[in-house]
Structures are given as structure tokens and as C-alpha cells.
């Protein structure tokens, strides 16, 4: 049985709730036990594999052996102290170095993230510029670019001022899955909604989408407090 914390309210439905601090039932005030029981019992699967992924979060930790991901690779950390100058993290290899002055390990970990952001500017910028290219054809304006670190959203379109936001946290996956966030918002500035013309196009210029959404979601989900 799920161990579980009961709240009674006004409403009228049953909803189950899983986050990090555990099970969350609110349920309609005169609800009788055995009905939120076997509801809760019929839902212990889905319950136990939420449980899991929160379990299995994922938190950038910055200290000399640690793993370090960053598109779709794991790569070790190794830290070397400087006696000035800037943080520079380098990849090489499946070793991340990272060369700072800073010895406490939250504000390095602050600078390393600095980098992320650095980073993804660089390479979300590059994949933008290929993926409009690509769609040269559908005669899309060219976005402004804005990276912020999302809860609940690979990307933003706002097709009226011509922007794309995407979600900082892209840069933990691998190149491709990037790419489909890319021309999934791309693809608003023709169709707005998620349509079936949308979802149309959508298969015309990248087959595989469906594909890609499963791997981002099945396996973002570790990643929500990665870079917070
Ligand atoms: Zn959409």
C-alpha cells in the first residue's frame, strides 16, 4: 500500500499528487475510505514510477570526480585552482576541467553554470541559424533567441513578436532533441495551434519528432533542478 497524505476538500474529484516530499491525495469531503483506498491502489504503478523519477533528480554537483552532463555526454570533473584570473571550463575527452580561482564550492558551482548559459547561447544560437535554414522554404522570419530556465516547458513561440524562448536545461541533452524543440517552435509561426495541419508539417520536415518527444520526456525529467 502507498503511504500517502489525506486532505479532505470541497471538490469534487479525487486527485493524486507526487512530488519530492511525497504522495498527495485531496479528496471530496463525505468520499468513504474504500473508494479513495481502491482508487489509490489502482493507481500504485503509475504512483511508484513517479516516486522513482523523483529518486532519480539529478543535481549538478561540482567537486573533483562528480559527473558533469552536458549534451548528451557525462564527463568527469576535474578541478584545478588558479591563482587568478577567470573560471574557464574545458571539455576534453570525458573529462570536464574547470580552472578557478573560486574555492567555495556553491559559488564555483554558480560559475559553472554561468558557463551553461554561455555555452548554450553559442550552440542554440548555431542550431536556430540550421534549423531555419532547413525550413527556408515555409518563409519564416528569423527569431530573436531568448534562454531562460523553464519549470514545465522545452520552449515558448511568440510568433507576433517574432521571438523563440527555450529552455536552458536543452543543453543537458543530445544535439537532435535540441533540434526537434527548435522546429517544433519554428513551426508555430505557421501554425499557431497543435492542429492536425501543425502536427502535419511537422512530420513532413522531421519524420521522427514523435520519437524525439518521448526520449525528451521520458528522460527530462531528472534534469528539472539540474542547473538550478
Ligand atoms: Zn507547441
Given at each position: 500500500m502507498v503511504d500517502y497524505q489525506l486532505e479532505r476538500k470541497a471538490v469534487r474529484q479525487l486527485t493524486i499528487r507526487v512530488d519530492e516530499h511525497g504522495v498527495h491525495v485531496k479528496a471530496p469531503l463525505f468520499m468513504s475510505m474504500k473508494r479513495i483506498e481502491d482508487f489509490i491502489n489502482q493507481k500504485e504503478a503509475w504512483i511508484v514510477k513517479k516516486q522513482a523519477l523523483f529518486g532519480a533528480m539529478k543535481r549538478l554537483v561540482i567537486s573533483d570526480g562528480a559527473p558533469l552532463e552536458y549534451m548528451g555526454q557525462i564527463y568527469t570533473i576535474q578541478i584545478h585552482y588558479l591563482e587568478r584570473g577567470r573560471t574557464k571550463v574545458v571539455l576534453d575527452g570525458d573529462v570536464a576541467h574547470i580552472w578557478s580561482v573560486e574555492r567555495e564550492r556553491d559559488k564555483l558551482r554558480l560559475q559553472v553554470i554561468a558557463w551553461y548559459r554561455k555555452e548554450a547561447r553559442r550552440v542554440f544560437t548555431e542550431r536556430l541559424q540550421i534549423c531555419h535554414q532547413k525550413l527556408a522554404?515555409?518563409?519564416i522570419p528569423n527569431p530573436e533567441l531568448h534562454i531562460r530556465l523553464m519549470k514545465t516547458r522545452f520552449g515558448v513561440c511568440n510568433p507576433g513578436r517574432a521571438k523563440v524562448t527555450l529552455n536552458?536545461?536543452?543543453?543537458?541533452?543530445r544535439q537532435i532533441l535540441l533540434d526537434y524543440v527548435i522546429v517544433h517552435e519554428l513551426l508555430h509561426f505557421i501554425?499557431?495551434?497543435?492542429s492536425k495541419n501543425y502536427y502535419d508539417l511537422f512530420s513532413q520536415w522531421m519524420p521522427n519528432w514523435k520519437m524525439y518527444r518521448k526520449e525528451l520526456q521520458d528522460s527530462h525529467y531528472q534534469y528539472k533542478s539540474y542547473l538550478e
Open positions: 522554404a515555409l518563409n536552458l536545461a536543452l543543453i543537458l541533452h501554425y499557431a495551434d497543435h
